[in-house]
């Protein structure tokens, strides 16, 4: 069984920030990366972060780069972001996702989401 465990959303004003995290939880597998995914009403789901699990790289969406920093915590197996400079238009349910090496293939699992609201 693989879980993953999203934490950190909640309601920030405009210029705020918050952190979000998210645990991979099983067993049986390896990362090749992980990474967030938001949704807005009416949206299509839109890449905002990932982090490659072996050396670090990350990969930021052009909308929000220089406002949030992905990192990777690989004894917990854990994935952050955090978000600096919030706007309303990050308004989102926000996604973990992590690319997940098991009995050879590697397939990608989602948390539940988790709710971010910009708002003043």
């Known amino acids: 069984q693989v879980q993953l465990m999203e934490s950190g959303g909640g309601l920030v004003q405009p210029g705020g920030s918050l952190r979000l995290s998210c645990v991979v939880s099983?067993?049986?597998?390896?990362?090749?990366?992980m990474g967030w995914y938001r949704q807005a009403p009416g949206k299509e789901r839109d890449f905002v972060a990932n982090i490659r699990w072996s050396d670090g790289t990350t990969n930021v969406a052009d909308s929000v780069k220089g406002r949030f920093t992905i990192s990777r915590d690989n004894a917990r197996n854990m994935v952050s972001l955090q978000m600096n400079s919030l706007k309303p238009e990050d308004t989102a349910v926000y996604y973990c996702n992590a690319n997940l090496r098991r009995f050879g293939i590697t397939s990608p699992w989602w948390g539940e989401g988790t709710q971010v609201t910009v708002s003043s």
């Open positions: 099983g067993s049986g597998f390896s990362i090749g990366a």
